[in-house]
Nanobody, 131 residues
């Protein structure tokens, strides 16, 4: 069982920066796929950024170049999302999530991106961006 706990977030202004973190426990962070998702009021949950099995990060087009996903080099169990050049449309509840990798019969693996394939979720942390 993997547990995730988000922290950070809060309120920020357009053009500003905020950082949110997620502590992963109950599992080895190197054996699960981790990522951030968000859900704005009235909208479906959408992917923000996720790690690939090789450790690289991929981003939704809406945040590419503005958000940075990283893992603490020391603990290896804290996932961070640095959000810069904030926009009002970034306002949402942000969730940290974990999924098991997809293993292919012919070898290799990949991390999913569809939120419905992520089995473990944190409680979420609110990010509100004002003009």
């Amino acid at each position: 069982q993997v547990s995730l706990a988000e922290s950070g977030g809060g309120s920020g202004q357009s053009g500003g920066s905020l950082s949110i973190s997620c502590v992963v426990s109950g599992g080895d962070v190197t054996n699960v796929c981790l990522g951030w998702f968000r859900q704005a009021a009235g909208n479906e949950r959408e992917r923000v950024a996720t790690f690939e099995t090789d450790g690289s990060a991929t981003y939704a087009d809406s945040v590419q170049g503005r958000f940075t996903l990283s893992v603490d080099s020391g603990s290896k169990s804290t996932v961070n999302l640095l959000m810069t050049s904030l926009k009002q449309e970034d306002t949402a509840m942000y969730y940290c999530a974990a999924a098991w990798p997809i293993y292919y019969r012919r070898g290799g693996s990949a991390c999913p991106e569809d939120p419905s394939t992520f089995a473990f979720w944190g409680q979420g942390t609110q990010v509100t961006v004002s003009s």
